[in-house]
């Protein structure tokens, strides 16, 4: 317990000095990068402890799993749906998540801003972009990012606040680089349009291997698990 609760804790301390190390490489400020602490698999204590640690922000990528924890874990926690999402499943999780990093098909924009709509909010949400063009991932190809970002300004329920991407496991997190390069043009060059409804603030890339070079590349919201709570 009092174990679990230090190697936590440590392990944060690493990762902030890792994120404000490669801020300070790209010149950037460290307090703009926000970390969505991933917790799939993680129990509530561990959480906790993270929370108590100052980690406001929390990212699941299955809704049922999510729906238990926002449900112990209310008051103070963001919950950030960061996995492919069924459509069918928006309802359960449209009052409990303040940000779905994963839209990637116009039915389920559709369905999100319905589900929204009928509970008296507006989503967040950020556009998942398979930036790496790879068969096994989800996401909207980089070509139609700007017409599917426009069909999704029309939902007022809906709001654009960035992209998201997953690059490839590699062991060389450079070999990964121009991903997380593509992604940050893709963000300016959408953000140039000035598109009504939405605001192209976020970019969500980097995970445990890459998330320094994602921070260099430009990444404001890095989505970090293993490095915080240890192997899965
Ligand atoms: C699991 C997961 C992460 C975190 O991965 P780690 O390698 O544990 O840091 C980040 N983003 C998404 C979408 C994930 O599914």
Redesign the pocket.
């Known amino acids: 317990m009092t174990e679990n609760h230090d190697l936590i804790k440590d392990n944060l301390c690493v990762l902030r000095s890792r994120i404000a190390a490669a801020a300070a490489r790209a010149g950037r400020d460290p307090g703009s990068i926000n970390i969505v602490a991933?917790t799939?698999t993680v129990d509530p204590e561990r959480i906790k402890t993270a929370f108590q640690c100052g980690i406001t922000d929390f990212?699941e990528?299955r809704v049922q799993e999510l729906v238990q924890k926002a449900d112990i874990l209310d008051k103070g926690y963001n919950w950030h749906m960061?996995?492919h999402l069924q459509t069918n499943k928006v309802k359960y999780i449209v009052d409990k998540v303040s940000m779905i990093?994963?839209l990637d098909r116009i039915e389920l924009a559709k369905e999100i801003n319905r589900r929204a709509e009928k509970a008296g909010r507006v989503m967040e949400v950020l556009v998942q972009v398979n930036v790496a063009g790879e068969s096994t991932k989800f996401g909207i190809e980089p070509s139609s990012a700007l017409q599917f970002v426009k069909d999704v300004s029309r939902m007022g329920n809906v709001r654009v606040r960035g992209l998201?991407t997953?690059a490839p496991l590699v062991s060389d997190p450079e070999d990964v680089r121009w991903v997380f390069a593509g992604l940050r043009q893709l963000l300016i060059d959408i953000r140039k349009e000035n598109i009504d409804n939405v605001s192209m603030d976020y970019l969500s890339m980097g995970?445990?291997?890459d998330?320094e070079v994602a921070i260099e590349e430009g990444a404001n919201i890095i989505?970090?698990?293993?490095?915080?709570?240890g192997k899965?």
């Open positions: 991933v799939k990212g990528n960061i996995g990093h994963s998201m997953i995970m445990s291997n998330f989505r970090p698990g293993t490095v915080i709570f899965r």
